[in-house]
């Protein structure tokens, strides 16, 4: 039995290997195409084959629940199509062990999975942004620039145009406000580097607006105390849904002791801590077509269905998702309702099957 479920996990492992590999090389190409539209100063043809291959890792995370669906669909249907499945459940192999020898693969996606979501994309998208940023910036001493972020910590909002992982901050504009929403100062650094437990603002230029008037003053380095330390502005400038967990995490509890909405961030964190469970619930369903409606059609027809539900099921996250926000229900139940659906539909077309 351990040699027939090496041999099934064999064939599934491979036909998933092979989707996932197809599957992201266009998506990185198509994504290299648009870069080449925003090329300016010196971002050019080096830098965007740079950032193009740095997002591959968050390509690969992203696409996984929807090639292990595909790739069951092709690898199953392989063996249906040369009646292997056939001889197997002829010989007595139930329904349960050939699920349980297509999970087993499907595991080890999961780890891999797992372990680029939480410890290789996060990096890579932080580097491939923040060298996008600095390199379409110019000389990076404008005091606004297309690329940046926004953040507001109590009564002040911060601008910053690029964010390095290793602590250094390109162009950080500055603004604090009373509680009347008047603007008490406005500030702009063209660098701040971190040390120890504080910022380190660099060329700054202050302006001070007191009783009708501007006072500017300009300072060759200024210290600068925030609670936005390193680590957590590792996490602001990288995109919810490219985050690790144990970061959205954080900074979940970060904005909530700030009084911000975090919503947008729990709803990633959801997704995230969820998606073990999304493909093992599109694997279901994957098999369960392979012993139902789809066992004996042709593989492009497979294929085909496969692609149509990958979609609905993403498509019904991306609208449920942002509902929760707006109509205030848990990103859990937004995030689970797909996934029950699809064990659902799943498990009754196995129970049909066997």
């Given at each position: 039995m351990r040699?027939?479920?090496?041999?099934?996990?064999?064939?599934?492992l491979?036909?998933?290997?092979?989707?996932?590999?197809i599957?992201?090389?266009?998506?990185t190409l198509f994504?290299?195409v648009?870069?080449l539209?925003?090329?300016?100063a010196?971002y050019?043809m080096?830098?965007?084959?740079?950032?193009?291959?740095?997002?591959i890792?968050k390509?690969?995370y992203?696409f996984?629940p929807?090639s292990?669906m595909i790739?069951c669909?092709?690898?199953?249907g392989?063996?249906?199509s040369?009646?292997e499945?056939?001889?197997m459940?002829?010989?007595?192999v139930?329904?349960?062990?050939i699920l349980?020898?297509?999970?087993?693969p499907?595991l080890?996606?999961?780890c891999?999975g797992?372990?680029i979501g939480?410890?290789?994309a996060?990096l890579t998208?932080q580097?491939?942004d923040s060298?996008r940023?600095i390199?379409?910036?110019?000389?990076?001493?404008?005091?606004?620039s297309?690329q940046?972020l926004?953040h507001?910590?109590?009564?002040?909002?911060?601008?910053f145009n690029?964010?390095?992982?290793?602590?250094k901050l390109?162009?950080?504009?500055r603004?604090k406000?009373?509680?009347?929403?008047?603007l008490?100062e406005?500030?702009?650094?063209?660098?701040?580097?971190?040390?120890g437990d504080?910022w380190?603002?660099q060329?700054?230029?202050?302006?001070?607006f007191?009783?009708?008037?501007i006072?500017?003053?300009?300072?060759p380095r200024l210290?600068w105390?925030?609670?936005?330390?390193?680590?957590?502005?590792?996490?602001?400038?990288?995109?919810?849904?490219?985050?690790?967990?144990q970061?959205?995490?954080t900074?979940?509890?970060?904005?909530k002791a700030?009084?911000?909405?975090?919503?947008?961030?729990?709803l990633?964190?959801?997704?995230?801590?969820?998606?073990?469970?999304?493909?093992?619930?599109?694997v279901?369903?994957g098999?369960?077509f392979?012993?139902?409606?789809?066992?004996?059609?042709?593989?492009?027809?497979?294929v085909?269905t496969?692609?149509?539900?990958?979609?609905?099921?993403?498509i019904?996250?991306?609208?449920?998702?942002?509902?929760?926000?707006?109509f205030?229900?848990?990103?859990?139940f937004?995030i689970?309702a797909?996934?029950?659906?699809?064990?659902?539909?799943?498990?009754a077309?196995?129970?049909r099957?066997?």
């Amino acid at each position: 039995m351990r040699l027939l479920d090496r041999y099934i996990g064999r064939h599934v492992l491979g036909a998933v290997l092979v989707v996932l590999l197809i599957i992201v090389a266009l998506d990185t190409l198509f994504g290299f195409v648009a870069q080449l539209e925003s090329m300016r100063a010196n971002y050019q043809m080096a830098e965007v084959l740079e950032y193009t291959l740095l997002t591959i890792p968050k390509r690969i995370y992203q696409f996984i629940p929807f090639s292990a669906m595909i790739g069951c669909l092709v690898g199953l249907g392989a063996l249906a199509s040369n009646s292997e499945l056939a001889v197997m459940r002829a010989a007595g192999v139930s329904l349960t062990r050939i699920l349980f020898a297509v999970l087993k693969p499907t595991l080890l996606l999961i780890c891999v999975g797992l372990a680029i979501g939480e410890y290789v994309a996060p990096l890579t998208e932080q580097l491939a942004d923040s060298g996008r940023a600095i390199a379409r910036s110019g000389d990076g001493k404008q005091s606004f620039s297309q690329q940046g972020l926004w953040h507001r910590e109590g009564d002040e909002f911060m601008r910053f145009n690029a964010v390095e992982p290793n602590g250094k901050l390109h162009g950080v504009t500055r603004m604090k406000f009373n509680k009347q929403r008047e603007l008490l100062e406005s500030s702009f650094a063209e660098q701040a580097i971190y040390q120890g437990d504080h910022w380190v603002l660099q060329n700054l230029t202050l302006n001070k607006f007191e009783d009708g008037q501007i006072t500017t003053v300009t300072l060759p380095r200024l210290e600068w105390k925030t609670s936005l330390s390193r680590e957590l502005l590792n996490v602001v400038v990288v995109k919810p849904d490219d985050l690790a967990i144990q970061g959205l995490h954080t900074y979940v509890a970060y904005l909530k002791a700030q009084g911000l909405n975090a919503g947008e961030y729990e709803l990633a964190f959801w997704r995230k801590v969820m998606q073990p469970l999304a493909v093992i619930a599109l694997v279901l369903i994957g098999i369960s077509f392979i012993f139902g409606p789809l066992r004996t059609v042709t593989m492009g027809l497979r294929v085909f269905t496969g692609v149509v539900v990958g979609l609905m099921f993403s498509i019904l996250q991306d609208l449920l998702g942002p509902s929760s926000l707006v109509f205030g229900f848990h990103p859990l139940f937004a995030i689970l309702a797909p996934i029950v659906i699809c064990i659902v539909i799943g498990s009754a077309l196995l129970r049909r099957a066997g």
